[in-house]
C-alpha cells in the first residue's frame, strides 16, 4: 500500500484517441500530466476506422499524421453482393488536395493503429500512459482535484489541479459527478464486430450483403495488416457468435459465400449503438470528453472524430487558465462543443436509420461528414457578428493557403499555424503596422505573428500571396487582421479598428496581469 499526493496540472482517465490527443497537446505546452487507463494494455481492435478531414488537420498539428498515414489507406469502393452479383458503388468521391483543404478525403485506419500513433507522439514528447491504473474514487474543491488511483502496486493519491475524463460511453467520471447521459440504447439492435484473416475475399473492395429490415454482414479489409474488419448485424433475440467455427456458419448463413473462411480471430466485440449526449461536459474542475460525453452510432464515421477534437478544443483552454486566463474560458468547452455533438449524433443516427431501408443514402458520404464546415460562430469567444470577410465568420476554421516565404520557398499557412500557439496574420501594410501593437503576456500560450503581402522587420514570418490562395481562401481584399486559436478557428477578423477589435478578443482568451507571487504558472515552452 502506498499513498502519496502528487501535485500535477491535470489528470486524464482514459488512453483513447481523446484522451490521448489531450495528453500530447497539454505535454507539448509545458504542462505536468498524467493519463491512466485502467486496462493492461492499448486498445486491440479497429472499432472506429475512419479519420476524417478536419482531425487529419489536428493530428497533423500534433505531430501524428505521418504514422497516421503510414498505417492506413484511402476507402476502397464498396462492393455490394445481390445474389451472386457485386456492384462496386463509391461511397465518396476522393478529391485532389487544394490550396485551403490539403487533406480532402477520409482516411481508413483500424483504431489500434490510430492509438499507437498517438501514444508513440506522446512518449516522444516525454509522456506515457499508465495502464494498469483506475481512478477509483474522487474529491474536489476551488483549487484542485484530489484522486484515487487503484494499481498493481497499491493505492495512490493524486492531486491535480484539473481532471479529465475521456473514459468511454460507460464513463466512471461521469456517473461519479451525476451528469445526465440523455438518449437511448436499443438493446436488442446489437453488431457483432470481428477483426479475422480472411480467404476468400479480395481486398479492394468493402463488401457488403444487404438484407431486408436492416440485416446486414460487411467486410472491410484493414490497410497495413492482413485483417478483415467483419460486422454482422444480429437478430433481436440472437445469441451472438463466439467461437471462430460459429462465427464462419452464421457468415455463411447470411452471405452464402461458401468459398470465404475467416481463419484467425484477432477481436472480437458486441457493439450497441446507443445514442446518448451528456448534460453538461463540465463540473467544476472536472471535464468529460469524447465517448464520455456523446456515444453515436457506427454509421459516418463520427465518435473518434468528435472525441478528438473535443480534446483540441479543451487542451489550448486549460492551458491558457493554468497560466492565468479567466477561469470563464473552460466554460467555452461546453458552450462550443455540445452543440457540434449533438449535431454529429443527428447526422450517424440518420445514417443509421437508412440502413433498415436499404436507403443508398445510408453509406454515401460527402461534406457533411468530413467535418470541415465545423464553425463556432455565435459561441462565447466569437459573438460578434460583424467580424466578417467574403469567405469567412469569426469562429470559422481557419483554412490553409499556398504562398511563398521571404527567401521565394513555398509556404503554407498550416506551416505557420503548427505548434501550440495563437497566431496573428495581418494582411496587408496597415494590419502589418496594427500587428506591433497587440499587446501579449509572457504567460500562457505564445503569439506568432505573420505579415502576407505586406512590409513587416518585426513579424515572425512574412509571406507573399503571388498566387492568390490566401486571398481566395480568406476571402479579403483590404487590410485585415486576424487572430487565429491554437485549434485553428478565428477569434478575430478585423479592417476597421483593428487594434481595438483585435484586444477585445484577446482579453478572452490570454493570462490576466497578476501581482508577483500570485501563482500564475510560468509558460515552459512550447514543443
Not at 292 to 300: L, N, R, S
Not at 328 to 343: C, V
Not at 428 to 448: E, F, K
Not at 520 to 527: L, V, Y
Request: hydrophobic fraction near 40%.
Amino acid at each position: 500500500m502506498k499513498a502519496e499526493d502528487t501535485a500535477i496540472d491535470v489528470l486524464i482517465a482514459g488512453a483513447g484517441p481523446s484522451g490521448s490527443a489531450l495528453a500530447i497537446d497539454l505535454v507539448r505546452r509545458g504542462l505536468d500530466v498524467r493519463i491512466v487507463d485502467k486496462a493492461p494494455h492499448s486498445f486491440e481492435g479497429s472499432r472506429a476506422k475512419g479519420l476524417q478531414p478536419r482531425t487529419l488537420e489536428v493530428l497533423d498539428d500534433l505531430g501524428v499524421l505521418s504514422r497516421v498515414v503510414h498505417h492506413g489507406s484511402l476507402y476502397p469502393k464498396l462492393g455490394i453482393h445481390l445474389g451472386r452479383a457485386v456492384i462496386p458503388w463509391s461511397m465518396m468521391k476522393n478529391r485532389a488536395a487544394t490550396a485551403d483543404v490539403p487533406y480532402p478525403n477520409t482516411w481508413l485506419i483500424p483504431q489500434f493503429a490510430t492509438d499507437a500513433a498517438l501514444h508513440a507522439r506522446l512518449v516522444e514528447l516525454g509522456g506515457k500512459v499508465e495502464y494498469g491504473t483506475e481512478i477509483t474514487e474522487f474529491t474536489q474543491d476551488a483549487t484542485a482535484v484530489t484522486a484515487t488511483l487503484a494499481t498493481d502496486g497499491g493505492v495512490e493519491h493524486v492531486t491535480a489541479r484539473y481532471l479529465v475524463g475521456t473514459d468511454g460511453g460507460a464513463s466512471t467520471t461521469r456517473t461519479t459527478l451525476g451528469i445526465d447521459f440523455i438518449g437511448s440504447t436499443d438493446e436488442q439492435d446489437r453488431i457483432l464486430i470481428v477483426d479475422a484473416t480472411t480467404t476468400g475475399l479480395s481486398r479492394n473492395r468493402w463488401h457488403m450483403w444487404p438484407r431486408l429490415r436492416g440485416g446486414f454482414v460487411a467486410a472491410c479489409p484493414l490497410p497495413d495488416s492482413d485483417l478483415f474488419q467483419w460486422m454482422v448485424r444480429l437478430a433481436p433475440d440472437e445469441n451472438p457468435p463466439t467461437d471462430l467455427a460459429e462465427i464462419n456458419t452464421r457468415i455463411r448463413a447470411h452471405t452464402h459465400a461458401s468459398g470465404v473462411e475467416l481463419q484467425d480471430v484477432r477481436w472480437r466485440s458486441v457493439f450497441r449503438p446507443n445514442i446518448r449526449l451528456a448534460s453538461h461536459y463540465r463540473q467544476g474542475r472536472v471535464f468529460i470528453a469524447g465517448d464520455a460525453a456523446h456515444v453515436h452510432t457506427p454509421a459516418g464515421a463520427q465518435g473518434l472524430n468528435t472525441g478528438i477534437q473535443d480534446a483540441y478544443n479543451l487542451g489550448w483552454k486549460l492551458g491558457q487558465v493554468l497560466a492565468g486566463a479567466p477561469d470563464t474560458l473552460l466554460d467555452s468547452y461546453e458552450a462550443e462543443r455540445q452543440p457540434i455533438a449533438a449535431g454529429v449524433l443527428g447526422l450517424s443516427t440518420k445514417k443509421y436509420e437508412a440502413i433498415g431501408k436499404l436507403d443508398p443514402a445510408s453509406i454515401r458520404r460527402g461534406k457533411d461528414e468530413q467535418q470541415l464546415g465545423i464553425t463556432y460562430r455565435g459561441g462565447p469567444l466569437a459573438a460578434t457578428a460583424e467580424q466578417t470577410t467574403k469567405q469567412l465568420d469569426v469562429g470559422d476554421r481557419a483554412p490553409d493557403a499556398v504562398m511563398v516565404d521571404a527567401e521565394g520557398r513555398p509556404a503554407r499557412m498550416f506551416d505557420a499555424y503548427r505548434g501550440p500557439h495563437f497566431t496573428a496574420v495581418a494582411y496587408g501594410d496597415g494590419a502589418a503596422r496594427a500587428l506591433n501593437q497587440i499587446q501579449w503576456p509572457a504567460t500562457g500560450a505564445a503569439l506568432r505573428t505573420v505579415a502576407v503581402d505586406a512590409l513587416s522587420s518585426t513579424a515572425d514570418l512574412v509571406l507573399t500571396d503571388g498566387n492568390g490562395s490566401f486571398r481566395e481562401s480568406y476571402g479579403v481584399s483590404e487590410d485585415t487582421l486576424l487572430l487565429v486559436r491554437p485549434d485553428g478557428y478565428l477569434a478575430s477578423i478585423s479592417s476597421g479598428d483593428m487594434i481595438s477589435e483585435a484586444e477585445a478578443a484577446v482579453s478572452l482568451l490570454r493570462p490576466l496581469p497578476r501581482e508577483r507571487g500570485s501563482g500564475a504558472r510560468p509558460r515552459r515552452g512550447s514543443a
